[in-house]
């Protein structure tokens, strides 16, 4: 099966985890010309701000810097926040759109979240109108948190089966799957990608400090206890997610479907904390209704923020939740593995352990010794 060149790109959402990792495999490739949208104050702050977040993440090479094109915008801002004449020449030159950009938060009101992940999308789908772009979603298998009857959500489910939204976030990227999907019915190619939890992997081994399961982490570190429960996560390798999302981008036949990027297998978190105690951590496990009390008395009193936005994501039934909660992803599976060789690996110790080792580099979490000294 022969992939289509896609020489001019436009990531959104560079500075980013996801975003991040996209563009150092792009930039691996010399024939790409990727421009990622980016705020900043010159082209110098542009360049300054993708080069240290591929730097956090352990992924920078000196030798790109002189292929990274910032394009100074905004994806809360009308046509990007660029101006017409950047905006129709932009639209006559790209070939393909990775649209990772988005504003990620569980507690903001609807108001607050439409600029960036409705009003947004609908320019990347203007911007791709001229040429007809490819325009690559990523979306969110949050739509469906308030299934949770222990029916599998597969990649063909309609969206309108999400029919209870568990969150402003999740409606907005609702609303940016609705916004493309009828973009497609006027002739733009487009494909959507929802991932699992992304985290970990080969290259780099870093993980999103901002999600639910990082700060978990750490949080259960600094409390110096864990929840004794079932609790369970869809973690999935960050190369497998880069590795597909390019893969599908680059193939016409993949426009129009849905895929669902997770792991087959949840990873239950006691097996993260195994792995903290294995290398040294202090860290008791407790009944998961002791560790939420311990968890609000701590985000109540503490001074730093550490344990603050860990309640935006733990309820007292989220064990049982996540229990409901299935992703089929078989037609992802299947369609991945026959037609590129490409297979989700198993989140096994060694992952859990290059995760935890990354985390540690880039100073997010102390190392045991260290961690016993500033708690002690």
Known sequence: ?????????????????????????????????????????DS???VERLR???????????????????????????????????????????DLILHTGANVNYVLPYSLMQK????????????????????????????????????????SDAIDDASTRYSAYSYSKWMGEKVVRRAGERGIPYLIVRPGLVWGGAVGGGVNEGDAVSRLIKGC????????????????????????????????????????????????????FERLRAQ???????????WMERLREAAQSEAAGDLVPLLQYFNDDLPEQSLKRVFDSRFTREYLSSRAGITCPAIDSELIDRALAG??????????????????
């Open 221 to 272: 570190l600094a409390l110096e206890c864990a929840p004794d429960s079932p609790l369970q996560v869809n973690l999935t390798p960050t190369d497998y997610v880069i590795q597909s999302i390019l893969w599908l981008a680059r193939r016409s036949e993949a426009s129009g479907e849905v895929f669902h990027l997770v792991n087959d297998q949840p990873t239950g978190c006691a097996r993260l």
């Open 116 to 155: 960036a992940n409705v009003q947004g999308t609908q320019e990347i789908v203007r911007l791709a109108a001229k040429r007809r772009a490819r325009v690559v979603y990523v979306s969110t298998l949050r739509l469906f948190d308030s299934r949770l009857d222990g029916r599998p959500v597969r990649e």
């Open 1 to 41: 099966m022969s992939s289509e060149a896609c020489e001019r790109v436009l990531l959104t959402g560079a500075t980013g985890f996801l975003g991040a990792h996209l563009l150092a495999e792009l930039l691996k490739d010399d024939s790409v010309r990727v421009q990622c949208l980016v705020r900043a104050a």
């Open 52 to 94: 240290k977040t591929l730097e956090h993440y352990r992924l920078w090479d000196e030798a790109w810097r002189s292929r990274l094109y910032p394009l100074l915008g905004d994806l809360e801002k009308p046509m990007l926040g660029l101006d017409s004449a950047q905006f129709s020449k932009l639209a006559g030159e790209l």
């Open 44 to 46: 110098a702050a542009g």
């Open 280 to 290: 040294g951590y202090p860290l008791q496990l407790v009944p998961y209704g002791v």
């Open 359 to 376: 985390m540690r580099e880039t100073g997010f979490i102390a190392a045991p010794n260290k961690h016993a000294e500033l708690t002690g």
